[in-house]
């Protein structure tokens, strides 16, 4: 029994492997389950005996992402003080430009991120949704100390609010659509809507 289940869960770690591959090279849309089959080996149905369905296999190729983003995000904040409001708000900006290298960088798995949607009626499970909130604790640590005087609630609200600002102009400048910031500066004006954002929150808390 013990060796089925080990047996079981290496074939479902390739499977996710193999899943990954395809996303790197060729998208969400480049996902086949007839392809991953015989890539990894077994029959077609027997991926089922793996994953529930195909979008379990998407959120654990999700999963492995977000681990490396959580990695680059760490780095990215290690030996960081927060002790005044100009060290929050470079903390804050060092992890915005993180997040827009990690993008650039694994630009396929990222998007697969935000494109996925479950099937109709399929509801995303716990786990999947806990890891996609831990990526806030990077956040929220710098806001608070820009925004002591703010409720949890309220601060949670802003990190998300932060976090869809900097996401939008990444995600524009990345897909290099018309309106988009250009790759060339992508970077620099990341940089420049934290720190104006940083800049209103500290002139909000001297006015209040």
């Not at 983003?69 to 990215?76: F, G, I, K, N, V």
């Not at 991120?113 to 996609?132: C, D, K, N, T």
């Not at 900097?166 to 988009?180: P, T």
């Amino acid at each position: 029994m013990v060796k089925t289940t080990e047996r079981r869960e290496r074939q479902r770690e390739a499977l996710v492997l193999a899943a990954e591959r395809a996303i790197a090279e060729r998208g969400l849309a480049g996902l086949k389950a007839r392809e991953l089959a015989s890539e990894v080996g077994c029959a077609l149905g027997a991926i089922y005996n793996l994953v529930q369905d195909m979008d379990e296999l998407v959120l654990r190729v999700g999963s492995r992402t977000l681990a490396r983003l959580d990695a680059a995000l760490a780095e990215a904040t290690q030996g960081r003080r927060l002790d005044s409001k100009e060290e929050a708000s470079a903390q804050l900006v060092a992890i915005a430009q993180a997040y827009c290298r990690f993008a650039r960088g694994n630009l396929q798995l990222w998007r697969t991120l935000f494109e996925h949607r479950m099937a109709e009626g399929a509801i995303v499970p716990e786990w999947a949704i806990s890891e996609q909130m831990t990526m806030f604790r990077y956040i929220l640590a710098p806001l608070q100390r820009l925004q002591p005087q703010a409720g949890e609630a309220d601060l949670v609200l802003l990190s998300r609010t932060l976090f869809s600002a900097v996401h939008g102009v990444v995600m524009l400048g990345l897909e290099e659509k018309l309106v988009a910031v250009p790759q060339r500066d992508l970077d620099q004006q990341v940089e420049r809507l934290v720190n104006l954002v940083c800049g209103g929150l500290a002139s909000q808390m001297q006015r209040a």
